[in-house]
């Protein structure tokens, strides 16, 4: 990217935040510091119980996060208990 790519996106992006137009997505290995935990080792048990062996360095784990809800006729709650639980 270059410069004035990136100063036409802050832009964007701050008018949309100003605007309430916007959001700011953090991805999850901000908060692995302070809980130790990742998708890996979240998602894994979850996984194990439906036969699942994960390879933490190939498989797509948002796939396989949305396979889990599948398994669970589209109930996220189990997947959202575990990590409310977490934080």
């Known amino acids: 990217m270059n ?4 100063e036409t996106l802050i832009n964007k ?7 309430d137009r916007g959001i700011i997505f953090v ?3 901000v908060s ?6 990742d998708w890996f080792n979240l998602l894994d048990p979850f996984a ?3 036969g699942i062996e994960l ?8 796939l396989i996060a ?3 809800v599948n398994e669970y006729t589209g109930n ?8 409310s639980k977490i934080f």
Not at 3 to 6: A, H
């Open 3 to 6: 410069d004035l790519d990136r």
């Open 13 to 19: 992006v701050s008018e949309a935040l100003y605007e």
């Open 27 to 29: 991805g999850s290995g």
């Open 32 to 37: 692995f510091p302070s809980i130790n935990v």
């Open 48 to 50: 194990k119980d439906l």
């Open 55 to 62: 390879d933490k360095n190939y498989d797509d784990l948002p």
């Open 66 to 68: 949305q396979f889990i």
């Open 76 to 83: 996220r709650g189990p997947l959202l208990n575990v990590i």
